[in-house]
């Protein structure tokens, strides 16, 4: 065998080191630390107290507020007073799942709808799995129920139910479900639920245009496969996209853009291991699918998203807001063309972060666990 001169070695070395570490920089945007702010430029108030995990909410013409409570409690949180609403539907709690988002239809008040995902039971089977309901409130009664979509199988297994529900500007409805703790079977196979962003019309039918429409052996409401376990799902107010984010396992949360048909790549490829520090792919990249817009390595467990479009936040405008519920902070992105270009921690060490949205009255509104619901008031120039 040649020897190869030592000095010469080391070169090599530095040479493959160096070039592996700058496409990594090049690949992986989420070595953009966050950061804390040096400037506090915000206070934050407790509005609505006392509530364990607020999975979703969702603000009433009249100013009041839904909140889903995991547990199976939906509350009406008005003039200081928490209700809680009638005739809910009989939510299956089990590990992460239990009564999960809510969203107002968009021309809510001519209409009334209000709808949720939650697990439920029903079906055949034991265990459970994601549903979609509209409903009507009237006298804190949820009437009119009609179940619009429940993934199967029922499983029980507690991981990964998704659920965020987000409407686009053309009153499409898509709702997102997890790959229920069956990675390798679930997320790539569209006959199956599970690993989905899915597509409706508002009334639950399956708009003829949806990508596996004519696929006679396909789940027909699928808009988008490939997905591990979104928790944050909304419109983009500037572009019109649908945003999503994704719990990865250990390392590779990602941020992603919603395309019609598109596959995303969970399990095939991924920035993450498994939690015990072993592999379960060795690629990143792969033919016919999408690469995240952002990733994060470390994992932050994202949940709730949202975009700051009001003049209340003017430095974040145009930013998205994602919970952490690992770290216990609000992220603030800060975008560029659609790139990731600075990271920062807001409201550090409330607790974890469950969700995050902007309010009719261009506040930020944020469900901390075991606290309630925070607004982010901006400090007097």
Known sequence: MKKINPVKRITILIFIISSTCIACAQQNESLIKAESPTDIKYSTEIVVPDILIAWGMAFLP?????????????????????????????????????????????????????????????????????????????????????????????????????????????????????????????????????????????????????????????????????????????????????????????????????????????PIISYGINYDGTTFTEITEKEGMEQPLFYWVPSIAPCGMTFVSSDVYPDWKGDVLVGSLKFSYLERLVLENNKVVKREKLIENLGRIRNVIQGPDGYIYVAVEGKGIVKIIPNES
């Not at 590990?95 to 968009?106: T, Y």
């Not at 709702?175 to 899915?198: A, E, H, M, W």
């Open 62 to 266: 009249d100013k009041s507020l839904l909140i889903t409570e995991k547990s199976g409690e939906l509350i009406h949180f008005k003039n200081g007073m928490k209700t809680s609403i009638k005739e809910v539907p009989e939510i299956y709690v089990r590990g992460q799942g239990g009564f999960l988002d809510i969203k107002l239809h968009p021309d809510y008040e001519t209409n009334g709808w209000i709808y949720m995902t939650y697990g439920s039971a029903d079906g055949d089977g034991d265990g459970g799995n994601t549903t979609l309901m509209r409903a009507k409130l009237v006298e804190n009664t949820l009437v009119d129920k009609e179940v619009l979509y429940k993934a199967v199988p029922n499983t029980k297994k507690g991981q990964h139910w998704g659920s965020r529900i987000t409407f686009d500007n053309e009153g499409y409805l898509y709702f997102s479900v997890g790959d229920r703790g069956n990675r390798d079977v679930n997320p790539q196979d569209i006959t199956r639920d599970g690993g989905k962003i899915y597509r409706l019309y508002d009334d639950g039918r399956i708009p003829e245009d949806n990508p596996f429409f004519d696929d006679e052996n396909a789940k027909k409401a699928i808009y988008s496969y490939g997905h591990r376990n979104p928790q944050g799902l909304t419109t983009n107010p500037m572009t019109g996209e649908i945003w999503e984010n994704e719990h990865g396992p250990r390392g590779g949360d990602e941020i992603n853009i919603i395309k019609k048909g598109k596959n995303y790549g969970w």
